[in-house]
């Protein structure tokens, strides 16, 4: 089985995967084009985005507050393996029925979110460690959707930062890291 947020998921994991198995040790301790986070803290709250929407997917509580440690030993192939049952999760289209009973939002919506999460950490990561990330331009116009539909919601609740003007065209992954408080820009 499969629903249109795992096939965007699927699209999308490999390509920050293949960026997180990138990441050195030495590169944990550099800034990220999220503020507020090192490559070493955004690795671990990219962690708990994988394990977290898996669980949410199933219309499980979530605890955001943990503090894990994840990048023990092994910590690159956990995250392919989290990746992917992120990306099992959401394959069941039940996942996709109804409204999120922690986050009060139609699950439609929470799975775009995980989705935007991976693509956008996923590329502040690429861009912290001097690394490139291709995103599909599938999961571009579903990141540019979900905006459309809670990107102002997102900036309120402190998911987003305040939008970054760009020249990049307007349904382009530059427009839509703008759109996410992100400058296209960024550089170390």
């Known amino acids: 089985m499969s629903t249109k ?13 293949a960026v997180v198995r990138g990441i050195s040790d030495e590169q944990l301790g550099l800034p990220t084009p999220c503020p507020d986070y090192t490559v ?3 690795l671990g709250h990219l ?16 605890d955001w507050s943990g503090k894990t440690d994840h990048l023990t030993e092994g910590w690159r192939d956990r995250f392919a393996a989290e990746a992917a049952r992120l990306i099992e999760a959401w394959s ?4 996709l029925d109804g409204v999120s009973p922690g986050m009060g939002l139609p699950q439609e919506t929470v799975g775009s979110m995980a989705l935007i999460d991976l693509t956008v950490h996923g590329w502040d990561l690429a861009r912290a460690t001097g690394q490139e990330l291709t995103v599909d331009p599938a999961v571009v116009s579903a ?3 979900f905006m459309d ?3 102002d919601t997102g900036q309120k609740m402190g998911a ?10 307007p349904t382009s992954m530059g427009a839509l890291l703008g759109r996410a408080g992100r400058n296209p820009a960024w550089t170390r």
């Open 143 to 145: 990141g540019h959707e």
């Open 40 to 42: 070493r803290d955004l």
């Open 149 to 151: 539909r809670m990107g």
């Open 47 to 62: 962690f708990d985005v994988v394990v977290n929407f898996q669980a949410l997917a199933r219309r499980e509580t979530v």
């Open 92 to 95: 069941d289209p039940a996942a």
């Open 160 to 169: 987003f930062g305040p939008p970054v003007p760009t020249e990049a065209a």
């Open 5 to 17: 947020t795992s096939e965007l998921l699927a699209v999308a994991a490999p390509r920050t995967v």
